[in-house]
């Protein structure tokens, strides 16, 4: 019998495999290259220039040392710690003796054949310095608001939320009185048990005053008012310290109170990192309910946590939309999947109590540009808003005082390459071409820089994307319910979606571009700590190349790699690195023999390539045991055992 094609290549195949000339070779190559590993096997590092300390000395013999021992690539992070720290070097970035550094490191490290990657900025994380201009900047959609009573012809400047405002429109809506009604200290008495002097303060209208928690204490609030009321909505503004503590609303019902919702009060991590809006309320819908006595429990309170502001109001308001429009993200390294995922609340059944999103009037051309708004007001209450963008201030860090600055807009490839062209650029300008051959790589570390959720031409694109304009649904940003609660949680699903969306393809891959443009290739970590608003897979993919990260100890790398090589299997990247051996704290206390495990285990989940963290430059050859910081294993020239990584 005939065997088919096929088989009789496989058989042939197989056995060529296993004859003992060709395995011995193929086991002997193995060997060979694991001895004496190709310049193509790249051993990569972390070299930072920590604040100011760095000299021309120093870069020639850290780079002689990394190249003997067979680290073939470094990538430069221009560092700043705290800036109070006396041990402050004397080289301040930008200078002139800088650039002749930084020539020389290029230069050397072109003879040398060590290939160069520069992080895109300043510090570690992310994208900015000085150049970056307010308007260039992350921004969000801020407001100021005003209610007016019409008929009347009106004229009023409309307040600027912030001195760096950009205007993007004007708009106005119709209000229903019953969407103005809120228990407060003006109608309702209120107590508390343990009883607090000033306890009224916590509804009194005014964010400044605060009620400070007891860690150890439950605080009972009452609002007792002379009538029945109607709330569907809860609005808890915590004080302006971290807090976190648990809320539980109830009713009284006949001699009895029953829980009404029961919910979490977390600013914990007032870090503008984690949302552009600190110290945002935490915004409940409330199934309607009546009553004439509620009762607000707090239990649970880390120390220190207060509130300003409690609002029991009639409104029927967009729950969490402060997170939901990320104002307030995940304020902890790792977000789980289910971190931005929140329950569907029910329909608001009294249409009157929801804006209707053709009533939404945009009267931009009414306004003049010092602010002054002329229009004629029709009958009725209504809200009058100014919207516009305000820079998030989020700066680039950790770096040195003069290198620091506004962090550049995440959805602009316009302002991406100004960033670029202010910062490598200028690097490509000074320094001859053939003096920095072997520089080939634009690095972007880890996501540390919190969110945005607004940029120039936002309105277009949202059109053009989405097919509806997204105008009429400002006031969902605001936390104000239009059309209906379905819809306005899909236009903030469709907002975070685009946002989203240009993080990955206008932050990520209009770096990508333009680097390319100039020669140079990509290097990221594909993914965000703290608050992020982008999605690791697609983020990731927009890179030439991608990394995961693992620490020593402790969890940080329990789903960076897998991010990282799961990237490279769905956008077809063959390497996968991993920022390597990352610590804090316990200086020189860390080995190779200690680390091994943890190696291993991460190149199981799909790493292969190493990046060690970190080797700091050594300026000052009479000091010992050398540069060192908080962070990171001693991968340099003076720790005793590196020259044995040969």
């Not at 019998?1 to 088989?7: I, K, S, W």
């Not at 510090?123 to 970056?132: D, V």
Request: aromatic letters at 12%.
């Amino acid at each position: 019998m005939a065997l088919p094609t096929g088989l009789v290549l496989l058989l042939f195949l197989f056995v060529y495999a296993h004859s003992p000339s060709v395995g011995s070779d193929r086991f002997t190559r193995i060997e060979n290259g694991f001895h004496t590993p190709p310049d193509s096997i790249q051993t990569s590092v972390y070299w930072y220039w920590v604040s100011d300390n760095i000299s021309k000395e120093g870069v020639v013999r850290d780079l002689e040392a990394m190249k003997k021992v067979g680290i073939n690539r470094a990538f430069i992070g221009n560092i700043g710690l705290d800036p109070d720290n006396p041990l402050y070097g004397n080289v301040k970035i930008f200078s002139d003796e800088w650039w002749d550094i930084l020539h020389t490191a290029l230069k050397t490290a072109t003879d040398l054949n060590i290939q160069i990657g520069i992080f895109n900025s300043p510090g570690w994380s992310q994208s900015g310095g000085p150049w970056i201009k307010p308007e260039q900047a992350m921004r969000y959609l801020a407001s100021s608001e005003m209610m007016v009573t019409g008929p009347q012809k009106l004229k009023v400047r409309l307040e600027k939320p912030d001195k760096d405002f950009q205007d993007v429109r004007v708009i106005a809506y119709p209000v229903s009185s019953e969407n103005l009604q809120t228990i407060n200290a003006a109608n309702a008495k209120i107590s508390s048990s343990p009883v607090i002097p000033g306890i009224e303060k916590i509804a009194d209208g005014d964010n400044s005053s605060e009620v400070t928690l007891s860690s150890g204490q439950n605080l009972l609030v009452d609002f007792v008012c002379p009538e029945p009321r109607t709330i569907r909505s809860i609005s808890v503004f915590p004080g302006h310290n971290p807090t976190k503590v648990h809320a539980e609303l109830m009713v009284q019902v006949g001699t009895d109170f029953h829980t009404v919702k029961s919910f979490d009060v977390d600013r914990s991590n007032p870090n503008l990192i984690v949302g552009f809006d600190p110290y945002g309320p935490v915004v409940i819908s409330l199934p309607e309910t009546t009553s004439e006595i509620f009762r607000i429990i707090f239990s649970n309170a880390k120390p220190n946590s207060s509130i300003a502001e409690v609002s029991l109001s009639s409104a029927a308001l967009e729950e969490r939309y402060v997170e939901k429009s990320l104002g307030k993200m995940f304020q902890l390294p790792h977000p789980f999947w289910n971190d931005y995922l929140w329950p569907v609340q029910p329909e608001v059944k009294n249409k009157n109590l929801v804006i209707a999103p053709e009533k939404v009037l945009d009267i931009s051309q009414y306004m003049r540009k010092d602010g002054m708004l002329e229009w004629a007001v029709p009958g009725g209450n209504w809200m009058i808003v100014r919207a516009g963008m305000v820079p998030t201030g989020v700066k680039n860090g950790p770096a040195t005082p003069e290198a620091i600055g506004l962090e550049v807009d995440k959805m602009s490839r316009e302002h991406i390459a100004y960033h670029f062209d202010s910062f490598l650029g200028e690097i490509l300008r000074r320094i001859p071409a053939e003096d920095r051959k072997t520089f080939k790589v634009v690095v972007e570390d880890s996501y540390e820089r919190g969110g945005q959720n607004w940029t120039d031409g936002f309105i277009e694109t949202f059109k053009s994307r989405y097919g509806y304009d997204p105008v009429p649904f400002i006031p969902v940003i605001q936390g104000k319910v239009v059309q209906s609660r379905d819809a306005s949680d899909r236009f903030l699903w469709d907002l975070r979606r685009l946002i989203a969306d240009k993080i990955a393809y206008d932050y990520v891959g209009g770096l990508r571009d333009v680097s390319h443009r100039h020669g140079l290739t990509t290097w990221l970590e594909n993914y965000g700590h703290w608050g992020f608003a982008g999605e690791f897979l697609q983020y990731g993919g927009q890179s030439d190349e991608v990394s995961g990260e693992f620490w020593s100890e402790g969890d940080l790398g329990d789903i960076e790699n897998k991010v990282a090589s799961s990237c490279a299997h769905i956008y077809g990247k063959g390497k996968v690195s991993a920022e390597s051996f990352t610590c804090a704290g316990s200086p020189f206390s860390r080995y190779p023999a200690r680390m091994k495990q943890r190696g291993d285990r991460f190149f199981t989940e799909g790493i292969n390539n190493t990046l060690l963290h970190v080797y700091i430059e050594q300026p000052y050859e009479e000091k010992f045991p050398g540069m060192n910081a908080w962070f990171g294993n001693e991968f340099n020239r003076k720790n005793t055992w590196f020259y044995d990584m040969d």
